[in-house]
């Protein structure tokens, strides 16, 4: 039995284990097998072919992030839990566009701005800008196909499919390359003692 058809034949949880691992071929397998069940409901419900695509990118973009941050719960529901990032991502967009009752929420806005806690004083003001300093400190030392996924990303605002256009590889490439961008990120603050939340 090949390696591909083996990778092919594991549960999820195995596929994630090794994708945590760095075997970025497990996260193809899982992104195929689960791909039309997650854009079929986006489009069944937003019926745009450009917000679906758009949203089917960010729901798997927030996967990646989650998943390599550790904080991705092993409780053999993942294709619900994906499901649920999509649904919720969903919501975002009706806001965005005032279809639903809005939170105040700028164009400009992050959506992590919105999650502040309501008793955040100067000391954390403080750690969140120290963050952000550290983190432009460390983009600069990035390679640089990933430092321009991050600055497109984080500080342009675009989409997978613009960065994909803008730097000319497919949208699994700019994924890929964020992937990679994030945990670089980790070990270089490890190595400059830095703090920084990813």
């Given at each position: 039995?090949?390696t591909n058809?083996?990778?092919?034949?594991?549960?999820?949880?195995?596929l994630?284990?090794?994708?945590r691992e760095?075997?970025?071929?497990?996260?193809?397998?899982l992104l195929?097998?689960?791909?039309?069940?997650?854009?079929?409901?986006?489009?069944?419900?937003?019926?745009?072919?450009?917000?679906?695509?758009?949203?089917?990118?960010?729901t798997f973009?927030k996967?990646?992030?989650?998943?390599?941050?550790?904080?991705?719960k092993?409780?053999?529901?993942?294709?619900?839990w994906?499901?649920?990032?999509?649904?919720n991502?969903?919501?975002?967009?009706?806001?965005?566009?005032?279809?639903?009752?809005?939170?105040?929420?700028r164009?400009?806005?992050?959506?992590?701005?919105?999650?502040?806690?309501p008793d955040e004083?100067?000391?954390?003001?403080?750690?969140?800008?120290?963050t952000s300093q550290n983190?432009?400190?460390?983009?600069?030392?990035l390679?640089p196909e990933?430092r321009?996924?991050?600055?497109?990303?984080h500080?342009?605002?675009?989409?997978?499919k613009?960065i994909?256009?803008?730097?000319?590889v497919?949208?699994?490439?700019?994924?890929?390359?964020?992937?990679y961008?994030?945990?670089?990120?980790r070990?270089?603050?490890?190595?400059?003692?830095?703090y920084?939340?990813?």
């Amino acid at each position: 039995m090949t390696t591909n058809v083996k990778t092919k034949l594991m549960s999820d949880n195995e596929l994630i284990e090794r994708f945590r691992e760095g075997d970025s071929a497990c996260f193809e397998v899982l992104l195929e097998r689960y791909k039309a069940k997650v854009y079929g409901y986006i489009f069944s419900v937003v019926k745009d072919k450009e917000t679906a695509d758009d949203i089917f990118q960010e729901t798997f973009y927030k996967v990646i992030v989650t998943i390599n941050s550790n904080q991705y719960k092993d409780e053999n529901k993942f294709v619900h839990w994906v499901m649920r990032i999509a649904h919720n991502l969903i919501v975002d967009h009706f806001r965005r566009a005032g279809k639903m009752p809005l939170v105040p929420n700028r164009p400009d806005n992050d959506v992590l701005d919105n999650l502040k806690m309501p008793d955040e004083n100067a000391e954390h003001i403080m750690m969140r800008k120290q963050t952000s300093q550290n983190i432009r400190k460390l983009v600069r030392m990035l390679p640089p196909e990933q430092r321009r996924v991050v600055i497109l990303r984080h500080y342009g605002k675009c989409d997978f499919k613009d960065i994909a256009a803008r730097t000319g590889v497919s949208i699994n490439t700019a994924l890929g390359r964020m992937r990679y961008a994030i945990i670089n990120l980790r070990r270089l603050a490890q190595e400059h003692n830095m703090y920084i939340e990813l």
